[in-house]
């Protein structure tokens, strides 16, 4: 059996202040603003377990003490005369749900209840950008079901918050950050901040006068059910490989997987340039690895995928990825002004909807498969290589995407494709053709001309 209930709790910060949003909030105000009804899709759940023996009244105060420690958290968005706006309220109430959960089932409970709690979108006029529920088990708290805004948090600020509410719970928190979002909008506007806003812009002008327009032939952008569709794909050969590739290069095992994406689309495209956006966490110091905010955005990545063989291609990438983080950081609109022009320059053609996102915490993986990483010795472990679906989507605001998220002992990537442009039945071939890629060059360099797709 399980009973709700709701508690209220009040906060009181320390400031209250309206601002332009940061570069970061407006590169996902765009996508959220284009999803509308669909932008929960953008929502970040978590679970925590709660320590034993904590009460509800430890769990209130925890709760208060984290919207009050971080502006963003009780935040509210709108557009105005005067742009794009971020208003942080001083004083306000959460109101959230506790489920009493008495068949031993706690954890289960708090899954489904975070999955109803992920599957609102945000009012962002009026509602601040977290929402939670309490579980308990037989009486006792046990776990908070979390969910946030993407407008208000990014990946990196959601492990801080975990991190900070474990600590209040535990009562063993550090100072409050210092650096808050309207801070960082100050920052963005004047000074360094605006030098190194120009910078970017101008690598973004430099980058798209050298690639091609167009990867796809163009298609309409109507939307239908179950167009896009995300598969993934769980390779403990391709984690061998990737590991063995990142030691020969000196590089990063991220890269060796941006550098296959990049090879595998344009094997895929035909083209021998190929653009990419990444996903740039864009947290360079202390102050900014503190801070509660959505500071991630998009860096424009270019390689050439043409000549050579893969490790070249990786080499490549580690300085062309270096250079596109470096200038990641940058005023969304002034971008969307270079890329105005572009398209004017290029007919009315652009096209970059192709991404790849390195969401792991860690670059290595710490219970590797104890293989070697030859061709006998992968072999065996392709065939416990997994493919499965992961989801379905009408519309979407990319055409080729992919991501990576952390296990210890292989690769989980994922590939979500407008099956206008790659068929649904040829999804899984790309995504197997990632692996192939890595497993033929762990042993040795293969040569680029060799990846290539029978149509």
Same mark, same amino acid.
């Given at each position: 059996?399980? *009973?709700?209930?709701?508690?209220?709790?009040?906060?009181?910060?320390?400031?209250?202040?309206?601002?332009?949003?940061?570069?970061?909030?407006?590169?996902?105000?765009?996508?959220?603003?284009?999803? &509308?009804?669909?932008?929960?899709?953008?929502?970040?759940?978590?679970?925590?377990?709660?320590?034993?023996?904590?009460?509800?009244?430890?769990?209130?105060? /925890? @709760?208060?003490?984290?919207?009050?420690?971080?502006?963003? @958290?009780?935040?509210?968005?709108? #557009? *105005?005369?005067?742009?794009? +706006?971020?208003?942080?309220?001083?004083?306000?109430?959460?109101?959230?749900?506790?489920? =009493?959960?008495?068949?031993?089932?706690?954890?289960?409970? $708090?899954?489904?209840?975070?999955?109803?709690?992920?599957?609102?979108?945000?009012?962002?006029?009026?509602?601040?950008?977290?929402?939670?529920?309490?579980?308990? &088990?037989?009486?006792?708290?046990?776990?908070?079901?979390?969910?946030?805004?993407?407008?208000?948090? =990014?990946?990196? $600020?959601?492990?801080?918050?975990?991190?900070?509410?474990?600590?209040?719970? /535990?009562?063993?928190?550090?100072?409050?950050?210092?650096? +808050?979002?309207?801070?960082?909008?100050?920052?963005?506007?004047?000074?360094?901040?605006?030098?190194?806003?120009?910078?970017?812009?101008?690598?973004?002008?430099?980058?798209?006068?050298?690639?091609?327009?167009?990867?796809?032939?163009?298609?309409? &952008?109507?939307?239908?059910? #179950?167009?896009?569709?995300?598969?993934?794909?769980?390779?403990?050969?391709?984690?061998? /490989?990737?590991?063995?590739?990142a030691k020969r290069c000196q590089v990063s095992t991220g890269t060796v997987l941006l550098a296959a994406t990049a090879v595998v689309l344009g094997a895929w495209t035909g083209h021998p340039t190929v653009p990419l956006q990444l996903i740039a966490v864009n947290r360079h110091d202390d102050r900014s690895r503190r801070l509660v905010a959505a500071m991630a955005e998009n860096a424009l990545f270019s390689l050439d995928v043409g000549d050579g063989t893969f490790d070249q291609a990786v080499k490549r990438a580690f300085l062309s990825g270096m250079n596109a983080y470096r200038h990641a950081h940058y005023d969304p609109i002034a971008v969307d002004e270079v890329l105005d022009a572009a398209r004017e320059r290029n007919g009315g053609v652009l096209q970059l909807g192709h991404f790849f996102n390195d969401k792991r915490m860690h670059d290595r993986w710490e219970d590797l498969p104890d293989v070697p990483a030859t061709p006998d010795g992968l072999a065996p472990l392709t065939e416990k290589t997994r493919i499965f679906h992961v989801g379905d989507w009408e519309r979407q605001d990319a055409l080729f995407f992919v991501h990576t998220t952390y296990a210890p002992d292989t690769v989980l990537l994922y590939l979500m494709a407008d099956t206008e442009l790659i068929p649904r039945q040829d999804v899984e071939r790309v995504l197997r053709a990632f692996e192939a890629l890595l497993v033929a060059g762990a042993a040795e360099p293969v040569e680029l001309a060799a990846v290539t797709f029978a149509r």
């Open positions: 059996m399980e *009973s709700l209930d709701t508690r209220t709790v009040t906060y009181r910060g320390a400031r209250t202040g309206t601002a332009p949003m940061t570069w970061g909030q407006r590169a996902i105000w765009k996508s959220i603003r284009w999803l &509308d009804e669909g932008a929960h899709y953008f929502n970040i759940r978590r679970t925590v377990e709660l320590p034993p023996g904590r009460t509800l009244g430890q769990v209130d105060a /925890a @709760l208060t003490a984290l919207l009050e420690r971080h502006e963003a @958290l009780r935040t509210t968005f709108h #557009e *105005s005369a005067d742009g794009w +706006q971020q208003h942080v309220t001083g004083t306000g109430t959460l109101v959230y749900a506790v489920l =009493d959960s008495t068949a031993g089932d706690a954890a289960g409970a $708090a899954a489904r209840i975070g999955e109803q709690l992920v599957a609102r979108t945000f009012r962002h006029t009026e509602e601040i950008p977290f929402r939670c529920a309490l579980v308990l &088990d037989d009486g006792r708290p046990a776990h908070l079901a979390l969910v946030f805004s993407h407008l208000g948090v =990014d990946f990196w $600020a959601v492990r801080e918050l975990e991190r900070d509410l474990r600590e209040l719970l /535990a009562g063993t928190e550090q100072p409050a950050p210092d650096w +808050q979002p309207l801070d960082q909008a100050g920052y963005e506007s004047e000074g360094e901040g605006a030098q190194r806003g120009a910078a970017a812009v101008e690598h973004w002008r430099r980058t798209l006068e050298k690639v091609p327009p167009a990867l796809f032939p163009p298609v309409d &952008d109507r939307g239908r059910p #179950e167009r896009f569709v995300r598969l993934g794909m769980d390779s403990p050969a391709a984690a061998v /490989a990737a590991t063995a590739i």
